[in-house]
Every structure is written in C-alpha cells, then in structure tokens.
C-alpha cells in the first residue's frame, strides 16, 4: 500500500500511522493511537522497575583490634544485610604499624566467615587492596529461607501461652497488720 493511501486511511479513523521495521523491505507500518501506545509502554516498563529487587553492596569496616563486642555488633548487622539481600564486603583497615602484621587482620576475616557463611557464600576471599583486607560475601537465598524457617519456629515455641491456658499466677499479698482497738 503507498503511504499517502496509509495516511488517508488512518486520518478517516482518528489514528496514527507508525512505522514499525523501517529497516524491513518494503517498510512496516501501522495505524494505532500512539499517545496511547506509549502510555502502556512506559506503565509496563515501571511494573517492571517495581518488581525488580536492586542489590546493594553494604561495607563494614574492622580493625584488627577491634574487640569482640564491636565484633559481634558488627556481624549482626552484617547479618541483617545478607538477609535483607544485600551483598557485604567486610573490610579490616590496617593503620600504621598494624600493617606489619597482616595474620590478625586475616584471622579476623576468617571469624567473620565463619559466623556469615551460614547465610552467604564468599564472592571473594580475602585480598588486599593497598592497606585494607577485603572480602565479599553474597546472600544465599536458599540458606536464609531455612534460617528465616528456623528463627520462626523459634519465636512460635518460646510465645506466651494463648489465654485460658496455664499461665503465672501472680503471688498472693502478705497479710497487713492490724492494730487492736480497745
């Protein structure tokens, strides 16, 4: 069909003609409302966005000094990321001397994977990167489904019991002293 046919065609509907494979011999057209075609477009496009999840990458920072307190505070957050979905790179920062002994900053990686692994796999192990000991750990989905599993049925075991059921009972009041009247 020539054009000027194709435009006239579509100018009697109200509609536009648009060209799909202008690369194609002999050309592809269409005769549509393209306001609306593009209106459905991008509302595909941002249902697309939504359901999309973004992998952050969430740092935490040791020292080798860092004593077992920070430590464990630390790997509770650490914990958190991964189940969240996040990746996390464990980072131990050597400052001055301390570079000069790399072992304290490795033996404290190496605690910390042992604590993560049950919710990750390492992306990659330990290495150095100028005067920081890095390594990166990704969220595995089917470890933290099970952990998630176990930590409710936990919750559900150590709830109070549901009312009506045996309960603590509160102790009774002490007798108060009375004075006789004469």
């Known amino acids: 069909m020539h054009v000027s046919?194709?435009?006239?065609?579509a100018a009697a509907v109200t509609l536009d003609l648009v060209?799909?494979?202008?690369n194609a011999d002999p050309p592809v057209c269409r005769i549509m409302d393209y306001g609306k075609f593009k209106y459905e477009k991008?509302?595909?496009?941002?249902?697309?966005k939504k359901k999309q999840h973004v992998?952050?990458?969430?740092?935490?920072?040791?020292?080798?000094?860092?004593d077992d307190h920070d430590f464990e505070f630390k790997m509770d957050h650490a914990r958190n990321f991964?189940?969240?979905?996040?990746r996390v790179k464990i980072t131990v920062v050597f400052r001055g001397r301390e570079?000069?002994?790399?072992?304290?900053?490795?033996?404290?990686?190496?605690?910390?994977?042992?604590?993560?692994t049950d919710?990750?796999?390492?992306?990659?192990?330990?290495?150095?990167?100028?005067?920081n000991l890095i390594s990166i750990f990704v969220p595995d989905k089917i470890k933290i489904r099970d952990f998630v599993r176990k930590q409710e049925l936990e919750r559900k075991r150590t709830e109070k019991p549901a009312e009506g059921g045996p309960g603590i009972v509160p102790p009774a009041a002490p007798p108060t002293p009375t004075t006789p009247t004469l």
């Open 5 to 9: 046919e194709a435009l006239t065609r």
């Open 19 to 22: 060209e799909i494979a202008p």
């Open 42 to 48: 991008s509302k595909k496009a941002k249902e697309a």
């Open 55 to 66: 992998m952050h990458l969430k740092e935490i920072k040791l020292h080798p000094k860092t």
């Open 82 to 86: 991964l189940i969240k979905g996040d």
């Open 99 to 116: 570079i000069t002994h790399i072992e304290f900053g490795a033996r404290m990686l190496e605690r910390a994977s042992k604590i993560i």
């Open 119 to 131: 919710l990750a796999t390492p992306e990659m192990n330990a290495k150095m990167e100028g005067r």
